[in-house]
């Protein structure tokens, strides 16, 4: 075997040099050269996911805590936005719904607005749907004349104008909703809870209720309504056929409207007044989305509590990550030693240690943010929710887990810097 | 001839009670395409010399000069980068990573000078071949002999085209075929205008090489021509 230089590597003999490669040996001494930055944080990179992938078990249980800890978060913050979502879904897109009434009378019903109010609502210009109901008082709904009286479920009578629907946003589970024809006649549409509790699940020509001393034909039921739940308690029949059949007299109990999103606060101001000008200290104005945000934001109260499990976790997969990395620099100090008798720096050999850390961080975190998305598509799934997983989120958490690398790489980093070459190889 | 390596008068004292003088003024050239073998019993300081010569620790007192230049007054990125232009190391235990083939760890040895990936991978390969191991390419250290493994790690220390190699002990853990191909390798190096410093108690090592220099207790007590 030949232990010579290749032919095209002998020629200037002695040296058996090139001129270029003796140029670029006389100028290396002299400073470390600026171009390796590059190519080095590429190289680090490389060996360190090389290493990390050496050692695979290893690499994937120091991943694992900071990939809990992140999921976690993700899938909490997940959640909750989905639920935002779909609580923004339920409001309406903007929230705009403001309702008015005239508190109670003395017997705990609805006490009647002027039958002026309505329309006078109608007139203020931000306001862009109104619509009414009346509470017809004494009526009970039973499924047939044989059900005692006392029975009547607890579901009230309310009259309602067409355009309810469209202001509250609710839809029709079956049939279909009052028109101005059937406004007129004994038909009713049955809210969701109220068609329950009478065990009515569908809409056939010959389904009656028994309302108010005589039967309704049951002409549709209602999907639930979340912002105005005493509708889904309720039999709605037409202004009309309560004032003809059921004696209402016209009178609202409730006004529902939706306002321009940002006029809010006014019109909510010019609403008793109008509504009632003899008594407008009578009259109630409320935002049924500010109650349903209210209580979304009681049910997401739980989210710090598991974000801050979830920090925990982090925590301590960084300490694991720390560790680890730690027992890499004793485990490695022939390699150590070897790179720098290769020529890499002190910086260089501690930036590789403090690399591989922000892998393992970075794989964990990666892992982590996709377990979380995984777990909010799920669970939004489960739920029947939208899946929301905002961006930001994401970010963060990947941000989380490399803050915590590089925290968990700095000390490792520096002792595996400072380890002096000659100890490093010494006694191997 | 230029002188590639001149230690002068350095002295090495570690600390403890007492302290323990590793190196005891010692004074010594190596010139271009020269080679020495030392010689000497274990903690006669001739792994501490090698360390020394290689800038892998600084001397208590005294100079080193590599290439004419004394490397005392240089920070440690000029340091490292002494090493990685003008040193090749070759250890007993070889030091190669397992989980990088031969390729990877030759090209290894010239990451720190900052070339490009495809440069040091052709100049790999060529070393390689050099050895004797461009059938080996893409074999991991364990997949490889004793002999091959240090093979692998010489083309990794003359990748580069050092002015000098420190070898200590390159066939302490080898046969005695395998390292006599090792001896081969090491004492063709000359060829090139390298110079080798070997640490040795393999005679048939010393053997091949040019000089002589015998160590005991921190001191050179013999420094001569291998008679041929």
Redesign the interface.
């Known amino acids: ?6 032919a095209s ?2 020629g200037a003999a ?4 090139t001129s270029e ?1 003796r140029a ?3 100028g ?6 600026r ?2 930055a590059g ?2 944080s ?2 680090l990179v490389l060996g360190g996911w ?2 990390l ?2 050692r695979k078990l290893r690499t994937a249980l120091s991943c694992l805590g900071v990939a809990i800890g992140i999921a976690a978060a993700v899938a909490v913050l997940g959640i909750s936005a989905s639920s935002r979502a779909n609580l923004i879904a339920e409001l309406g897109a903007e929230g705009n719904l403001l309702t008015v009434n005239a508190g109670q009378s003395f017997d705990g019903s609805p006490a009647p607005l002027p039958l002026t109010a309505e329309p006078m609502i109608a007139r203020i210009p931000p306001v862009e749907s109104v619509t009414a109901t009346g509470y017809v008082a004494g009526a009970t709904v039973r499924r047939t004349a044989a059900v005692p009286a006392v029975d009547s479920g607890g579901i009230s009578v309310l009259a309602a104008q067409p355009g309810l629907l469209a202001t509250l946003g609710g839809r029709v589970a079956a049939g279909t909703f009052l028109n101005a024809a059937t406004a007129r006649y004994p038909a009713v549409v049955l809210g969701a809870v109220a068609a329950q509790t009478l065990g009515i699940d569908q809409v056939a020509p010959a389904t009656q209720v028994y309302l108010a001393g005589r039967y309704f034909t049951v002409i549709g039921i209602l999907a639930p309504v979340p912002l105005a739940p005493e509708i889904d308690e309720a039999a709605l029949v037409g202004f009309p056929a309560a004032d003809s059949l059921l004696g209402l007299g016209g009178h609202p109990t409730e006004i529902y409207l939706r306002a321009v999103p940002d006029q809010m606060q006014p019109v909510a101001s010019v609403l008793p007044f109008t509504a009632n000008p003899a008594q407008p200290e009578a009259v109630q104005v409320s935002l049924p989305s500010s109650i349903l945000a209210a209580r979304a934001a009681a049910r997401t109260a739980f989210t710090g509590l598991f974000l801050g499990l979830g920090a925990v976790a982090v925590l301590v997969g960084g300490v694991g990550i720390g560790n680890i990395m730690v027992i890499s620099v004793l485990e490695r100090r ?2 150590i ?12 050999v501690g930036l590789q240690f403090l690399t591989e850390s922000l892998l393992l961080s970075g794989l964990g975190g990666v892992a982590g943010a996709a377990i979380g998305a995984a777990a909010t598509a799920g669970y939004a799934a489960a739920a029947g929710q939208p899946a929301v997983m905002p961006p930001a989120d994401l970010a963060a958490g990947l941000g989380v887990a490399l803050v915590t690398g590089v925290l968990a790489g700095v000390y490792p980093a520096v002792r595996a810097a400072r380890l ?3 100890e490093a ?2 006694g ?1 | 001839m230029n002188p590639v390596l001149e230690i002068t008068d350095v002295v090495m004292t570690y600390p403890g009670s007492p302290p323990v003088t590793a190196l005891a003024a010692i004074t010594l050239q190596v010139h271009e395409a020269e080679r020495a073998a030392v010689l000497g019993p274990s903690g006669s300081g001739k792994s501490t010399l090698l360390h020394v010569a290689g800038t892998l620790e600084r001397p208590g007192r005294g100079s080193v000069r590599i290439g004419g230049r004394e490397v005392a007054a240089l920070s440690d990125a000029e340091l490292s980068a002494v090493r990685a232009r003008r040193l090749g190391f070759v250890f007993q235990q070889f030091h190669l990573l397992d989980h990088l083939d031969a390729v990877q760890n030759v090209a290894l040895g010239l990451l720190y000078r900052g070339e490009p990936a495809r440069a040091r991978r052709a100049a790999a390969v060529a070393a390689l071949d050099r050895v004797g191991l461009g059938h080996r390419l893409g074999h991991r250290p364990a997949q490889l002999s004793g002999g091959e493994r240090q093979r692998v790690a010489i083309a990794r220390a003359v990748a580069g085209h050092p002015e000098l190699v420190l070898a200590d002990e390159p066939t302490g853990n080898l046969d005695s075929a395998a390292g006599q191909q090792i001896i081969e390798l090491l004492a063709g190096l000359a060829a090139d205008g390298t110079a080798v410093v070997v640490v040795t108690h393999d005679p048939a090592v010393a053997a091949a090489m040019d000089r002589r220099v015998v160590m005991q207790d921190g001191r050179i007590i013999a420094d001569e021509a291998v008679p041929r």
């Open positions: 075997m030949s232990a010579g230089p290749p590597q002998r002695p040296a058996g040099l490669e670029r040996r006389e290396g001494a002299s400073k470390a050269p171009r390796r190519s080095l590429a190289e090389r290493g992938r050496a022939a390699e030693g070897l790179r720098r008798a290769l020529g890499g720096t002190r910086s260089q002096p070459p000659a190889l010494r191997w």
